[in-house]
């Protein structure tokens, strides 16, 4: 989306006597002075008349704003201000913000940006239009009929209000081809995870109500449960490239004794293919060599990426889950960062605890800490509860020989090193980062989310370590 200049920007927080000030600052010590509704925009517009210079700049998210000498600002008289102010007056009047340019207009503000940018149509200051222009865009059938024609709808908006059917039948248009997506948008489902929803052009959809050989009224009164009558006009359903994919992918794998997966990736219009990593199978060349040989598969080759990171999660996951290869570890914190006072171990292959305790930290837990894991000082302090050396020397049995899994490994991995170096314990294994792996990249991105997603284990060493397992669990379904 095209971003529009605005009027007032931001200007720095400090105003030490006798520093530069930004525009907004000067405007108002100079129209204090002489009298007059200075802005902000007055005072860029007086730079540049060359009335002003700026002597430094301030930055703020990506911006940079100008700022000035307040002797310079203090020398300026009215005659140097007054018409400056007075232009941007007469400006405002016959001028419209983009807000009001595009209700103007009735368009939403990234329709408004792609018009004017595609007649060549500039802001004037202040990042305002020129009401002429906007009025003579809003004058324009042919503009606005174009602005509407160009609009996009989804599938459902496309069936259910322009061709007043149901929404089977408008499927059965995009899946032989009479109308293809122009984008797609992506909704986020939840906090974490998107869907891509494919956009049509309003005018693509209106000319299926004018394809020859459809009877709309006929389709209209095809009641459910019946075939729809666009499917003798198509000569049937279409095999579609998902279901060539998919076939491929289960002989191919019976052919080689292998599991091979596939994902539709929306937004691109892609599938992602992956698949067991066996010693002698068959390697990423002779799959595309497979593909190529298949005559129908061939036409959608390039819709179709061989490997993936869906993929490689899979793989990571089940060579985690083998027996004897790993062990799972959470801990629980005083602080953000700071020291144990709770650490959990389970074999990853068998879900068996093998450790579980509480640890005596000798520092306090911080209220934001307790709030998270529940733990207070008097658990973690109370007779019988072990101090991290004695904690040490049974993760360090429980671990042995084993590669240590954790939900943001860096963070445990972090805590362990510190707790260790606090005790004088060094030259330890559990400090070598090359004996870790993390759960929570390949999670995230075997759910194809936007972001890291949470463990939700609730915050307790062991309900976690649980909780990590029943990921990898789920990351090794086909």
């Not at 007059?36 to 730079?47: A, P, S």
């Not at 209700?103 to 990234?110: A, K, L, M, Q, W």
């Not at 066996?278 to 061989?306: E, F, S, Y």
């Not at 060579?319 to 005083?334: F, K, N, R, S």
Request: proline fraction near 6%; include cysteine; hydrophobic fraction near 40%.
């Amino acid at each position: 989306m095209t971003t529009l200049p605005h009027c007032a920007p931001p200007t720095p927080s400090r105003d030490p006597a006798g520093r530069p000030l930004g525009a907004v600052r000067c405007a108002a010590r100079l129209g204090e002075r002489l009298g007059l509704d200075v802005e902000g925009d007055d005072i860029r517009e007086l730079e540049q008349l060359g009335a002003l210079a700026h002597v430094d700049e301030f930055r703020k998210r990506g911006r940079v704003y100008p700022l000035y000498d307040l002797a310079a600002i203090d020398a300026l008289d009215a005659d140097q201000v007054t018409p400056v102010v007075t232009a941007r007056t007469r400006w405002h009047a016959a001028s419209m913000t983009t807000e009001a340019a595009a209700g103007e207009i009735g368009c939403g503000h990234s329709e408004f940006a792609a018009a004017v940018r595609a007649r060549g149509i500039e802001p004037g200051r202040c990042g305002r239009w020129a009401r002429a222009d906007v009025e003579g865009l809003a004058a324009d059938e042919d503009f606005l009929e174009q602005l509407r024609a160009d609009r996009l709808v989804t599938a459902d908006v496309a069936a259910t209000q322009i061709l007043d059917c149901a929404r089977r039948h408008f499927d059965i248009a995009a899946e032989h081809g009479w109308l293809r997506p122009v984008r797609y948008h992506d909704k986020e489902v939840g906090r974490y995870r998107t869907v891509a929803v494919p956009l049509y052009r309003t005018g693509d959809v209106e000319a299926l109500l004018t394809r020859p050989g459809i009877d709309w009224e006929q389709v209209r009164a095809c009641p459910k449960g019946r075939p729809s009558p666009l499917l003798a006009i198509a000569g049937g359903r279409k095999v579609s490239r998902a279901q060539l994919i998919r076939a491929f992918l289960q002989g191919f794998g019976a052919d080689h004794g292998i599991e091979m997966w596939g994902w539709f990736v929306a937004g691109p219009d892609v599938w992602e293919i992956d698949w067991e990593r066996l010693d002698n199978g068959p390697t990423k060349t002779d799959v595309a060599g497979a593909i190529d040989a298949n005559p129908m598969l061939r036409r959608h080759r390039r819709a179709i990426r061989l490997h993936s990171a869906a993929g490689a999660a899979i793989r990571f996951a089940r060579a985690q889950l083998e027996p004897g290869a790993t062990v799972i570890l959470d801990t629980e914190t005083t602080d953000l960062y700071g020291a144990i006072c709770e650490i959990a171990v389970i074999d990853a292959s068998t879900g068996a605890t093998l450790l579980d305790t509480l640890v005596n930290p000798h520092t306090p837990i911080q209220p934001t800490a307790a709030a998270i894991h529940g733990l207070t000082d008097a658990e973690v302090t109370a007779p019988g509860v072990p101090d991290w050396p004695a904690v040490y020397r049974r993760l360090l049995r429980v671990t042995r020989g084993r590669r240590i899994l954790a939900y943001n490994a860096d963070y445990d991995h972090t805590v362990i090193s510190q707790d260790c170096a606090r005790c004088g314990i060094t030259r330890t294994r559990l400090t070598d980062w090359s004996r870790w792996d993390d759960v929570m990249m390949p999670r995230s991105y075997h759910a194809r989310a936007r972001r890291w997603l949470p463990n939700g284990g609730g915050h307790r060493a062991l309900a976690d370590v649980q909780t990590t397992r029943e990921h990898l669990l789920r990351m090794t379904a086909p």
